[in-house]
């Protein structure tokens, strides 16, 4: 039997795609030099000229922060024993200094310590699907939970393998949420050759339940082979506690109680299962903290049986004091099974019998199909979905919110902090940890990439805020929390043992001179403008009021961290630092940290880049935090900072100074550049063999000069609604988008011009094309955003701009339901040269949900 969820599988799956790593395996980060020069810029020294901005550190903060950097850094020293030679001390020391800064937490208060979060909104949340990365997982909202799950065992090609972990070499049909309310229900679809599986999940505070309520899962199986189908479902306990086995005789006359413990938030718990039809049960229990290897645990006790036995079952025996109770529930053909989890089992009122009642049996079939109604006619009033597409289209958008609603996840752990190159510490160790922090979110993709990553999480709050405003405060509350005391966010979020499961080591490092697009400033943009023009209730434009006065001195160290560290050489410019200027391998190197990977830049990375794209998020940032300040009638020397940088950054004439190519009406980065590079074939000797290897050659020496490659970037200031709807520019913006040798496809933008020299071409002898060329839904919404801005501005073009949003608004939508239709699936982006099919990740419900905005023709405010 092959495992689903073995290491190996899922490294290779995890590392197919560069999201943001490198796929040769060198290190992407800047060197050590380049970090100083962060570093110094920081403290106001370096030869860049940021736009200035005063610090907004009151006297109580600054005593905070020398508290708390004091603390870390002997607990540092006390943890690490110091790890500099003596011959560099000084240097150590001052390194030293840089790095307690980096896992320092900003001193302020945390946005999760509001009341909003605490009390009834807190308990509500606390159990939930918040284990993206398999098939089925439960969780409560805490460190140490009790965590449940489904395996099954899946015949393909007459080999058995089982399915836990998602993963696409499982090669299921199709699997995904078709409704998810991100709350207390949710339905699944699961088709594995001839499998046909539906998972529900129910959740209920009643009367006798315990903290955070009971829940129930009700699992529909259906195969059309006449073989046995074998289901797996566990619970296990990731404090260590012991769990009770009860008993594995399935009863017709009523619930069988499979397991029992005791947990400090929720009390005494019992698990039920209850099903009418003929099933056929085995258990066992095992002693282990390494919840991430369940699988593996599976699959061994399954097969070490059957070579002892001749059957494929699991053992019956449990190990001692056993915190994972596993069950398998062998059934033919059809069969329908309830399992009850029951908060509070101490409380005998009412009784145990009438719980369990209500949630399994005809009981729970009515709540389900009311579950089901409630959400289709939530999601009809808040989108407008039946006036503006069909029925067709409606059933792919609900199905677009479900996923994302259904891959929101909740991790605790630490991340790793990249040591500065040339540290280690004694132990060999190349990081040190951040502070223990937890994180719920939303993620891209169940199966590649289920964990948290900071430039999706602002598309994916798009959509989440008009579907439920508290729980997308409460996910950015989360992520702001995570600013250490520079006011920076470490881009991926891999906490946890689950989520190190899925990352091969090498890339998990994260290092804090990097940054990634600000992008949660569309969301809380939304937020201000939204309570100005009366979108939300009292309670919720209290909650929000709330909210933003206490993000706002996050918000504002988290801009100056990008002012500080991002900015370029002139007073006003932008650029993504960390780009590798010594590369020999890649044909442009990537700039990996705004998001577009592989999308060309400057051909020679130095100091006189100026990234436009950099330079329209920042305009966001300062016109999102002015409109805060605004908001809440802040009347301080900062505010007025920032009313001045965002005039400074909205100034046309200097964004085409820097910018514009004035032939094309394109918008380029400006750095060191040259066309004539390529990739070619060297004999590179090896020790005492030879090799080959695909390099780089430089044909003509690079010259500063803007960066002739239209794409994406090319439309940022469009996008961004930074073009005079009058500007002739904003005509020809037009004319590059409706150009089908440049852009326009049939199926959606495409991300560069197909008369771009590095279209579609590879990076390095391992990267295939990756923003070169193909769709991707986010800078196609972005695209359409500023269509639907210009197309209901006065000007001369207004009519043209309505004209391309409302074909390039059908063919997104077509596309993209087509596409599900046909595969089963959302994806990661799609292929302009093969009749827009997906490619890339399938099940990518990350920011390809945002169809459900498409088609609810509902935009972030970006415009003034």
Known sequence: ?????????????????????????????????????????????????????????????????????????????????????????????????????SITPLPAPRMMDLPQFQGDHKESLYWGTYRPNVYLGIRSRTPLSLIAGLMWIGLKNGQYFLRHVCQDSDELSSYGWTAHNGRDYGRQLLVDHGLFLTTSFLKEKGEGSGYGGDWAVRLDANSESDGTTHLFFYIADEQGKLIAMGSHVPSSRGPV???????????????????????????????????????????????????????????????????IMIYQVSIKTTAQIDIVFLSGSASKNPTIEDRISKLTGPMLSTRLESKRKEFD???????????????????????????????IGYFYGQSKIALPKGFTQKNGDKYIPYWPAALYTAVPSRSFFPRGFLWDEG??????????????????????????????????????A????????????????????????????????????????????????????????????????????QSGKYEGTFYWHGRDNTTTRELNPKTLTSGLDDYPRASHPNDEERHVDLRCWMLLATNCIRSIAEFLKMDSALEKD?????????????????????????????????????????????????????????????????????????????MMGAIPPESWVLDK????????????????????????????????????PYWRGAIWINMNYMTLSALHHYAHEDGPYKVRAGELYDKLRSNLIRNIVQNYH?????????????????????????????????MAESYPTLHR
């Open 733 to 768: 913006q037009l004319d590059l988008i409706s150009n089908t040798s440049i852009l326009w496809t049939d199926y959606g933008l495409r991300s560069l011009s197909r008369t771009s020299s590095v279209y579609m071409k590879r990076n390095t002898e391992h990267d295939p």
């Open 1 to 101: 039997m092959t495992g689903g969820g073995s290491t190996s599988t899922r490294r290779a799956a995890a590392a197919a795609r560069s999201r943001g790593r490198p796929s040769d395996g060198s290190e992407p980060e800047p060197d050590a030099r380049r970090a100083a020069a962060a570093a110094a810029r920081r403290h106001g020294r370096g030869d860049h000229g940021p736009l200035r901005l005063m610090d907004l550190r009151p006297r109580t903060l600054a005593l905070l922060g020398v508290a708390s950097f004091a603390l870390f850094s002997i607990a540092f020293v006390a943890y690490t024993g110091g790890w500099w030679e003596e011959e560099v001390e000084a240097e150590g020391a001052a390194t030293l200094r840089t790095v307690m800064r």
């Open 498 to 565: 689950e989520a190190l499961s899925k990352v091969p080591e090498e890339f998990v490092l994260q290092y804090p001179s990097n940054g990634n697009p600000p992008t949660l400033f569309l969301a809380i943009r939304d937020f201000a403008s939204g309570i100005h023009a009366k979108q939300f209730s009292d309670d919720e434009a209290k909650k929000i009021s709330t909210f933003l006065e206490r993000a706002y001195i996050r918000l504002n160290s988290w801009f100056q961290w990008f002012n500080s560290t």
């Open 459 to 496: 598309f994916h709050q798009l959509v989440i805020w008009r579907w439920d405003v508290h729980i997308s405060m409460d996910i950015i509350g989360h992520w702001l929390d995570l600013l250490n005391s520079d006011g920076w966010i470490p881009r991926e979020q891999i906490l946890g």
């Open 377 to 407: 006619e939530r999601y009809d009033k808040i989108f407008n979905a039946n006036n503006k597409i069909d029925s067709k289209e409606l059933s792919v958008g609900r199905a677009a919110l479900s996923n994302l609603l259904g891959g």
């Open 257 to 323: 109680l499979l397991a029992s413990g005791s947990h400090e938030e929720i009390g005494d718990w019992e698990l039920y299962l209850r099903s009418e039809d003929n099933l056929e049960i085995h258990r066992a229990g095992f002693k282990s903290t390494s919840m991430h290897n369940l699988s593996d645990l599976v699959q061994q006790a399954v097969a070490t049986n059957a070579m002892q036995t001749g059957n494929l079952n699991l053992p019956d025996m449990t190990e001692d004091s056993s915190n």
């Open 822 to 854: 046909e595969t089963g699936f959302f994806w990661e982006n799609y292929d302009q040269k093969n009749k827009g099919k997906g490619k890339g990740a399938r099940s990518f419900t990350g920011w390809t949900s945002l169809l459900v905005l498409i």
């Open 642 to 718: 920032y009313y001045k940088m965002s005039n400074q950054l909205s100034d046309f004439g200097t964004l085409n100074k820097f910018h514009l190519d004035d032939k094309t009406g394109a918008y380029f980065d400006y750095g060191n550049h040259t066309e004539k590079v390529r990739l070619r074939w060297y004999d590179v000797q090896d020790k005492d063999t030879m090799r080959r290897e695909l390099l780089r050659e430089t044909l003509q020496p690079p010259q500063l000069q803007l960066v002739p490659h239209v794409g994406y970037v090319s439309l940022f200031p469009f």
